[in-house]
């Protein structure tokens, strides 16, 4: 019987744990009691255990704690319920499960058209967006939150019948009352490979099973088994050696009441053939092919090629060859026993192409996802990729003596259109200007550096422009009269043209040297910054001179009289005034003293 849709069948499933499992009707032996009427669970302990299989124990062990839940008072339910959330123990559904108006659901069970009450039961809720279920129910009818139900049913005895009821609608404070009969059924599957009956396990699943779900019924193949008749999509798997793994899928295979069913799996080898396109044309592709059940061993073929494998379900990568994002698909594939199975992987992409402009430039580009610690993949200038669709990083790094060397950018690229990005490597061009109230000042120097007292930046060129690559920058101007003036940091950017003017701020220091009240002409009034050699200013008797603001140290001198007058402060826009006083002239010696006025004797 070959499968009809073997993508929705799922193979490998892991047991869930079963919860809240509950009889109905009487115990299965004398002296097994059921739960009290208040809820309570008192009376379905080791008897009932006891009853049943050790699977059920198990079940029933981990239904207690809901059951001693229900005969709480109020409060102590809402004090269990929150130490439960702080603890982790009590999952959103559960806690839903005790203190919402709820539904009971109480399944009928016939078997072979007889009323069965020993049959234990496993509901599982059905929850819209969710992948998974979460187990609910208890002893006795289950009381559920209000929603569908997917209930499995276990009759012990022989033969055992196990049976799953579909999409069971409960609505709150109503009881839903679903059916399922039970017909036992003989089977017997044959496995062979290459013509000869070899060793393998029989497992029975419900049509289009959950990934998740349990078997319902496993059994060796190469004899007789009793089921339940039914509709089942089996899985014969076996090995053939130790670590190489074969199965055949057989879907919807019905099983009728009464008589056997006998019937053969085929697990000899098949074939496979990936094909990839792009943009709806086939491409070139590499494709990876790894046994579902085996995490080492792996194959790599081409696009197109035709490979022999054992039969069995296969993981498939398949990365586009021209993709520089390594662009790469995976699919769950069957091979089936002497069948060559054909898959298709479909990629859309489009093409980035990269460039940068500057003076005889060398740059390289690199490409990453947004956010990501590393780049996937790099280029020389101009060139361009093959991307999918869809946001990327890229980073332009340029060959110049520059602290920044790299540009970065988020790009997009459309399914079959060409994007094109591009960086602009220019440097800036500065020009200085130093100014006092709107004229040029006479400058002795400028220096314009890395922010900090960092490297230089160089001199200007014929245009007195200075030729700067992005980052912070100041400057430092020595004016003529030894004045020293800064300006930043600043940033520059990419390509800008830039004009910078110092300002000279100013105030005015107004000295007149007098000896017995009275301005002496004749005396030199030299204006010193601390600790210069070279005067800033000089005046002649008395006068007024615009400087930088900041301390002055004075010396005036007068013949053979020199005075210092140290720690003059000027003010910037302020006007600081003051008198240096020199001491009186001594007379010559053997001249004598004369009232001012007086004229010296004739003849003398």
């Given at each position: 019987?070959e ?8 193979r ?36 009932l ?14 239904s ?20 439960g ?29 007889r ?19 979460k ?27 196990v ?20 017909e ?15 060793t ?45 793994v ?40 590499v ?31 398949t ?37 940068a ?27 361009q990729?093959v ?11 340029a ?32 020009v ?13 120097s400028?220096r ?19 030729i ?16 020293t ?14 004009l ?9 220091l ?37 400087l ?10 007068d ?7 140290p720690?003059?402060?000027?003010h910037?826009r ?9 001491e ?9 003293d004369l ?9 003398e």
């Amino acid at each position: 019987m070959e499968p009809s849709d073997p993508e929705n069948v799922s193979r490998e499933r892991r047991m869930l744990s079963r919860a809240h499992i509950s009889m109905l009707g009487r115990p299965l032996k004398e002296g097994a009691s059921r739960p009290s009427d208040d809820g309570s669970g008192e009376g379905s302990g080791a008897e009932l255990v006891e009853s049943w299989s050790p699977a059920t124990k198990r079940i029933v062990a981990r239904s207690r704690l809901s059951l001693k839940f229900a005969s709480l008072p109020r409060m102590s339910k809402l004090a269990v319920i929150v130490l439960g959330l702080l603890g982790g123990w009590a999952s959103s559904s559960q806690v839903l499960a005790q203190v919402g108006k709820n539904g009971t659901l109480h399944p009928e069970i016939n078997v072979l058209g007889r009323a069965r009450d020993n049959c234990a039961l496993e509901a599982t809720r059905i929850e819209k967006g969710l992948k998974g279920t979460k187990p609910l129910g208890g002893i006795g009818a289950m009381t559920v939150p209000p929603g569908e139900y997917r209930v499995r049913v276990e009759c012990e005895g022989s033969p055992r019948l196990v049976g799953v009821i579909d999409r069971v609608s409960v609505s709150a404070e109503k009881t839903s009352t679903p059916s399922l009969n039970l017909e036992p059924a003989r089977i017997r599957l044959r496995a062979e490979r290459n013509g000869s009956m070899v060793t393998a396990e029989v497992r029975l699943y419900r049509p289009k099973a959950d990934e998740d779900e349990p078997a319902l019924y496993t059994f060796p193949a190469n004899q007789s088994a009793e089921i339940a008749a039914g509709r089942y999509d089996l899985i014969v798997s076996g090995k053939v050696d130790a670590s190489v793994v074969i199965e055949a899928a057989l879907e919807g295979t019905s099983i009728p009441k009464g008589k056997l069913t006998a019937f053969t799996a085929d697990l000899s080898d098949g074939q496979l053939v990936v094909s990839a396109k792009e943009n709806g044309k086939p491409a070139e592709a590499v494709i990876k092919v790894l046994p579902r059940n085996e995490k080492k061993r792996d194959l790599r073929v081409e696009a197109g090629q035709v490979v022999d494998l054992p039969p069995g379900r296969y993981v498939v990568e398949t990365t586009l060859a021209s993709a520089a994002d390594f662009a790469t698909k995976r699919q769950v594939v069957w091979v089936r026993s002497n069948k060559k199975t054909q898959a298709t992987e479909s990629f859309e992409t489009g093409t980035l192409h990269v460039s940068a402009e500057g003076d005889k430039l060398e740059a390289v580009a690199k490409i990453g996802l947004p956010g990501a610690a590393e780049d996937f993949g790099h280029f020389r200038l101009p060139g361009q990729v093959v991307l999918t669709p869809g946001e990327y990083r890229v980073r332009i790094e340029a060959n110049i003596d520059s602290p920044v060397k790299m540009q970065e950018a988020r790009v997009t690229v459309h399914k079959g259109r060409h994007t094109k990005h591009s960086a602009k490597f220019h440097p800036t061009r500065l020009v200085v200007e130093v100014k006092r109230a709107g004229r040029s000042v006479e400058i002795q120097s400028i220096r314009v550096r890395s922010a900090g007292g960092g490297k230089d930046a160089g001199q200007p060129n014929f245009d007195g422009e200075y030729i700067l690559w992005p980052g912070r920058y100041e400057i430092i101007a020595e004016l003529a009269n030894g004045d020293t003036l800064s300006d930043g940091p600043f940033e520059v950017q990419w390509g800008q043209r830039l004009l910078r003017t110092l300002e000279v701020t100013h105030g005015m220091l107004s000295v007149k040297a007098i000896r017995n009240g009275r301005v002496v002409t004749s005396a030199r009034i030299l204006v010193f910054k601390p600790g210069a050699a070279k005067s800033a200013a000089e005046l002649k008797g008395e006068g007024s001179v615009a400087l930088s603001p900041g301390t002055y140290d004075l010396k005036v001198i007068d013949g053979p009289h020199i005075k210092w007058h140290p720690n003059v402060r000027v003010h910037e826009r302020k006007n600081t005034e003051m008198s240096v006083e020199l001491e009186a002239e001594t007379p010559a010696e053997g001249t004598p003293d004369l009232p001012v006025g007086d004229e010296l004797p004739e003849g003398e």
